[in-house]
């Protein structure tokens, strides 16, 4: 087995896959870790494939933005020549609050500013 853990943004919504009559569920989406620092800073994308009713419980919490920790054995795949790095899940972690997109932008509206009362006396 190789071994992997790797920490990052998830990139993409999970989504269901499977469930005929003889295939397992299962669940994916993609991982971005960032690699290096400074000018050499770099990012690398994990496909990540959990099966397991683990896995479907949890799926609804993995949206795009959300911070994770992967830990799981390590694939790769060719595709018309490229290679794609993978990571079939055994352990999964949620880090962090709500993922960006669903995380309240504060809004002010001149309703909440607060009035001052220019005809107060000043104290001094």
């Keep these: ?58 799926a609804a919490y993995i949206k795009k933005g959300q911070k994770v920790a992967v830990s799981g054995e390590f694939t790769t795949r060719e595709y018309n020549g490229k290679t794609y790095m993978g990571v079939r899940v055994n352990d999964l972690t949620l880090q962090g609050g709500k993922p960006m997109a669903e995380r309240e932008q504060p809004t002010r509206t001149a309703d909440a500013l607060p009035v001052n009362d220019l005809n107060d006396d000043i104290p001094w």
């Design 1 to 58: 087995m190789k071994a992997i853990t790797i920490a990052g943004n998830v990139t993409r919504d999970s989504e269901i896959k499977g469930g005929n009559m003889d295939k397992a569920r299962f669940v994916t989406f993609a991982v971005a870790v960032d690699d290096g620092y400074g000018q050499n800073k770099s990012t690398i994308f994990f496909d990540c494939t959990w099966f397991g009713n683990r896995a479907e419980k949890v």
